[in-house]
């Protein structure tokens, strides 16, 4: 259940970072942390997907 719950949550973020890339065209991942409220860390787990 773990396992799911932890995918879930990636694919939650994944669908922000899209959302807000959407909107803005272009951005660094800084400017996506702050944007997204995630950190940098995990937006760059999310673009190495």
């Known amino acids: ?3 799911a719950n932890t995918n879930l949550i990636k694919e ?3 669908n922000l970072v ?3 890339l959407k909107q803005v065209d272009m951005a ?3 400017q996506l ?3 997204t409220d995630l ?3 995990t937006i ?3 673009m190495q997907r």
Do not use: W
Request: glycine letters at 0%; hydrophobic letters at 50%.
């Open 1 to 3: 259940m773990e396992k």
């Open 12 to 14: 939650i973020n994944l």
């Open 18 to 20: 899209r959302k807000v």
């Open 28 to 30: 660094t991942k800084p």
């Open 33 to 35: 942390a702050a944007l």
């Open 39 to 41: 950190s940098v860390v």
């Open 44 to 46: 760059n787990t999310l």
